[in-house]
């Protein structure tokens, strides 16, 4: 079955500090990865994709995270993060059914960001 | 265009009853994804229905249920509550074509607490 892991549960950054945020998947065929933020009080929304192409993906506010396929990694990267980055962020995969092939997104557990001024 | 909205915005039950979540989906969205939102366990799928019926379930037991209607509204059910069912529901819609590049939105959530 499909999982994804973020080792990262809790970072604490300054303003203008760059953000790694790690993420791998465990799954052998073709993946899709995306990262979702869920700023606070605020709905889960997408930051970002991967389908195929360049496996660097370039998302809103300057986010942009790269597909590894080799290290089974999807990292979330960004040169200088603002206070308004203050939010939780989700890898996911999606897990495709093999009988109906329709999918699920299989999500990580989350890492909480704080960016503090 | 309205978003995806959700009914209650906050919950508190105690242990042994039973509840229902509602979330009323985009217009024109025929898919509704169910997940559980905990600390430390991230979300979790629950379920998903189209077209009024459960298209893709996840591992949970079968205190967790669910249905939609005709309008595409969709109910979750949670009967016989336990301490760790305490979490935020999300709901999602989407269209429903089922294909890899069709996106998901979220509403903003229930937040269930069990005492």
């Not at chain 1, 970002?48 to 590894?68: H, M, Q, R, T, W």
Request: aromatic fraction near 12%; include cysteine.
């Amino acid at each position: 079955a499909q999982s994804v892991s973020q080792h990262n549960h809790h970072v604490i950054l300054s303003e203008a500090a760059s953000l790694e945020l790690g993420c791998n998947y465990s799954y052998g065929g073709t993946v899709n990865l995306f990262w979702y933020v869920q700023y606070p009080g605020q709905h889960l929304q997408l930051l970002l994709k991967y389908f195929s192409g360049d496996p660097l993906v370039k998302g809103i506010k300057g986010f942009e995270a790269e597909f590894i396929k080799s290290k089974f990694s999807f990292n979330l990267r960004k040169p200088s993060v603002q206070w308004s980055d203050t939010a939780e962020y989700f890898c996911a995969v999606n897990a495709v059914r093999v009988n109906t092939g329709f999918q699920k997104l299989v999500f990580g557990t989350g890492t909480r960001l704080l960016v503090s001024p | 265009k309205a978003g995806v909205t959700q009914t209650p915005r906050y919950l508190i039950k105690t242990r042994g009853q039973q509840v229902t979540l509602s979330c009323s989906p985009i217009s024109g969205h025929r898919s509704v994804s169910w997940y559980q939102q905990t600390p430390g366990q991230g979300l979790q799928f629950l379920f998903e229905y189209f077209s009024e019926t459960q298209r893709n379930k996840g591992n949970f037991p079968g205190r967790f249920s669910g249905r939609q209607f005709s309008n595409s509204r969709s109910e979750m059910n949670v009967s016989t509550l336990e301490l760790g069912d305490s979490a935020l529901y999300l709901c999602a819609s989407s269209i429903g074509t089922g294909r890899i590049n069709e996106k998901l939105f979220f509403g903003s959530g229930t937040q269930l607490s069990v005492l």
